[in-house]
């Protein structure tokens, strides 16, 4: 069941036109011989500085797969992600572990808060983890823009679907990543708490110069983005600026009857 949300969609958003992150020729296989599927074929793609982008397909197009090949969370088997000027294909998996840490923010459909952790505390986990200090101004700045400052000291469970999900979004931006990828963030919430993390990515976006690509299968959620790729079976098929939940709905259609 597709979701909606209510909400101004984002006008388009001045970037710096230099890429976050870059596919070039990218393919990803899984299995071989029969069960040979070809998730992603020979998809060239770059996401700009300073701009949010959503990424859309039918089911099985590829567009989870696509995020984590950019993100680093899946391996390649052929072609070229970067982050920034750094190929990931190359990278060992401690570098790439920290390149993760470091460089890149995930927000996922689930929260993945830890219970025992008090709002603050799970928004700054993984730079504990890492033995990193957070600029306080940055993340106070951070905390403002996602509406938390006064939910800090609540724990998971005193905090609303919406609200948690706030919390996972500041966890990502906190450490001042290069991008963040997003993959459904909105999918567990209902329409107003979906529309103000939405809102909240978008500020981001507009407010902090982050810059977000997000997978999402709602046309009104793509419409708060710069920007949307539509991919199918695999590939790119559409490139959009300044989308509309109706001209996104209509590219989904004619990509998927089922739409």
């Not at 923010?105 to 990193?132: C, H, K, R, S, V």
Request: charged share 25%.
């Amino acid at each position: 069941m597709t979701t909606t949300f209510t909400g101004a969609p984002a006008a388009a958003t001045a970037h710096t036109g230099v890429a976050a992150a870059r596919a070039t020729d990218l393919s990803k296989v899984y299995g071989q011989g029969e069960t040979k599927v070809v998730a992603l074929d020979s998809v060239s793609v770059e996401f700009r500085q300073a701009q949010f982008t959503a990424i859309m397909g039918p089911s099985g197009s590829g567009k989870s797969t696509l995020m984590h090949c950019m993100a680093g969370l899946d391996s390649v088997t052929s072609g070229s992600a970067r982050i920034g000027d750094t190929e990931l294909t190359t990278l060992k998996d401690k570098k790439l572990t920290r390149l993760r840490r470091d460089r890149v923010g995930f927000i996922f459909q689930a929260f993945n808060l830890l219970p025992t952790l008090n709002a603050m505390e799970n928004i700054t986990l993984p730079m504990d983890i890492a033995g990193t200090r957070p600029d306080r101004q940055w993340l106070d700045r951070v905390v403002d823009t996602v509406g938390l400052a006064d939910r800090l000291k609540h724990r998971p469970n005193q905090l609303s679907g919406g609200q948690q999900q706030r919390v996972a979004v500041a966890r990502a931006l906190a450490s001042k990543p290069e991008i963040i990828f997003g993959d459904e963030p909105t999918g567990n919430l209902d329409s107003r708490s979906g529309a103000e993390v939405l809102g909240f990515l978008r500020n981001s976006v507009r407010e902090l110069g982050r810059t977000v690509v997000m997978v999402t299968h709602d046309p009104v959620a793509a419409a708060y983005a710069d920007r949307v790729v539509f991919l199918a079976d695999g590939r790119i098929v559409d490139d959009i600026t300044g989308p509309t939940a109706d001209s996104v709905l209509d590219r989904m259609k004619s990509l998927d009857p089922r739409a």
